[in-house]
């Protein structure tokens, strides 16, 4: 079946991303933020979806949305919010801040400029079904080494924060 | 291949039907749990409305629907109203993939007895109860009570730890079929060994992965002997102590919709789906609806049964129990299903 109103979609699911990205960074309740930014994670998995990427999509929602932000929100339920809301909600480096984002905006511009040249002229069509093969194949072959480093600094991350939780071991 | 205005009002038929259909047996489910325990206690459960005291689903739902619909002063509103929505409708959304038959012709429209067959079912039945933590541990958030908040956290901890294991344990299962699409798994799953023992997962090698899945599955559902998250001695009842009459009966809803979509992708992953015995008369084996329902309610009767049989588990046996002996289990059976699986290709 070929994809319905794909432009309303990308349109849609780029608003529901950016506008509760940008709640997750105003919201002065840390509970709100965390349920935008649970929304927005939502809205990356539908791009994602849309980009014929859906072992992707699913991983994204299962872990990042599913996982994470649920132990994410655990930790700030448990945080005296009263406290956390009477706090300064953005800090002093306003330069360094200001300095980033004129070199992302740059950046941004200059791959908008640029566009034709950077990307392939004709989306290329994916076979649907092996998107995970596809992806096992990178992970697993191609970039296996590369695959083994990120999980080891997953590992030494695991162990350190079992070493700084417990007194004794 | 349809034309996109049929596959609409197709799609639209077979959730409503598969939508009523749920509910229904949402229903009947509470009926039978209080049936089938009432029994086990030696007594008659309920018998007063209707003969059997079928019509009890029914009474309870209008009783829930016109009681006080109170809203505590203390809790948060907006997240308060929005967490049953949520539970109810996560619980409700992971039927659209769940295959109950083959494909049918009706009327000229060719179409599965599945509301959409996606290629990668599995993992959006697994994402969709992933979210539905969200239910529980908003409910025990914005309730703004010891109680609810101990209850929601206790659930919230409990569902992220046997998540691991039940989707450790389904990934043998996959490695069978070598697919996420679960009309495939079960199409993976025809033949018999010796022209009578069915070639199901169960009894492909995945029996351990089944027994991983169903004690993982009992925890994910809140359901004895894993419901520290409501446990009266304790928490009054947890996440929902502060809800009443619809929005309470939300959370009931949601709990018995997980109950059935976790036996259904029982019987999908390790029973065969709507695949028969290989014995017996030919029109038996062929009423694929009839047997899909089947292996549902011999899970289901399984769930009561169970939670009629076994006290409760204290919370660090609980944490003990899913990290220390599940996990290790459930990653030993994918190891040697993956040896399995390589030797043999």
Redo the contacts between chains.
């Keep these: ?1 070929q994809p ?1 109103a794909t432009t309303f979609f990308f349109y849609f699911l780029s608003a529901v991303t950016v506008i509760s990205g940008i709640a997750v960074i105003t919201r002065r309740n840390p ?1 709100h933020s965390a349920l935008a930014l ?1 929304v927005a994670l939502l809205g990356q998995a539908g791009l994602y979806l849309m980009l014929y990427a ?2 992707v ?3 994204q ?2 872990l990042y ?3 994470i932000m ?2 994410f ?2 930790v700030i ?2 945080v005296n919010i009263e406290r956390a809301q009477k706090e300064e909600q953005f800090n002093k480096q306003w330069i360094v801040g200001i300095v980033a984002a004129l070199a992302l905006g740059v950046l941004f511009v200059l791959v908008y400029m640029k566009g034709k040249g950077l990307f392939p002229q004709t989306v290329a069509q994916l076979p ?2 092996e998107n ?1 093969q596809g992806i096992a194949m990178l992970l697993y072959r191609d970039y296996m080494f590369a695959f083994e480093i990120a999980s080891l600094l997953l590992l030494v991350a695991i162990i350190g924060a079992v070493v700084m939780a417990k007194k004794r071991i | 291949m349809l034309s996109i205005e049929t596959y609409i009002i197709v799609s639209v038929i077979k959730t409503v039907i598969a939508l009523f259909v749920l509910l229904t047996a949402v229903a009947y489910c509470v009926w039978l749990e209080r049936k089938v325990v009432g029994h086990i206690q030696n007594r008659w459960g309920p018998t007063r409305v209707g003969p059997f005291g079928l019509l009890q689903p029914l009474a309870d739902g209008m009783k829930f629907l016109f009681k006080e619909d109170l809203t505590p002063p203390h809790v948060y509103k907006p997240l308060y109203i929005a967490a049953p929505m949520l539970a109810v409708v996560f619980a409700l959304t992971s039927i659209a993939v769940i295959p109950i038959g083959n494909w049918v012709t009706i009327g000229g429209v060719h179409t599965p007895l599945q509301i959409t067959d996606v290629n990668i079912g599995l993992l959006v039945i697994l994402g969709v109860t992933s979210l539905g933590v969200y239910g529980v541990a908003l409910a025990g958030w914005s309730s703004n009570s010891k109680y609810s908040l101990l209850g929601g956290l206790r659930a919230s901890a409990q569902m992220v730890s046997y998540e691991v294991s039940l989707g450790l344990s389904l990934i043998g299962v996959l490695i069978m079929a070598g697919s996420f699409s679960l009309r495939e798994i079960v199409d993976a799953q025809g033949g018999t060994f010796w022209g009578f023992i069915p070639r199901w997962n169960l009894f492909h090698g995945q029996i351990v992965a089944f027994f991983i899945y169903l004690m993982a599955a009992y925890a994910e559902t809140n359901r004895v002997p894993f419901d520290l998250p409501e446990a009266e001695t304790e928490l009054v009842a947890g996440y929902h102590t502060e809800y009443s009459a619809m929005k309470f009966a939300m959370f009931f809803m949601a709990e018995y919709a997980n109950m059935i979509t976790v036996a259904c992708l029982a019987s999908v992953l390790f029973l065969g789906g709507w695949k028969g015995l290989p014995f017996g008369p030919a029109w038996l084996q062929d009423l694929p609806v009839f047997w899909f329902v089947l292996k549902v309610f011999v899970f289901l009767f399984i769930y009561i049964w169970v939670r009629g049989t076994l006290p409760r588990f204290r919370y660090d046996q609980l944490m003990a129990f899913g990290w220390k002996f599940l996990l290790p289990l459930a990653i030993a059976n994918l190891v040697i299903t993956a040896l399995i699986v390589a030797v043999r290709a």
């Design positions: 079946m319905v509970v649970i859906p072992f999509a699913g991983v929602i299962i949305a599913g996982g649920v132990l929100l655990f339920m448990l649907e079904g995970t």
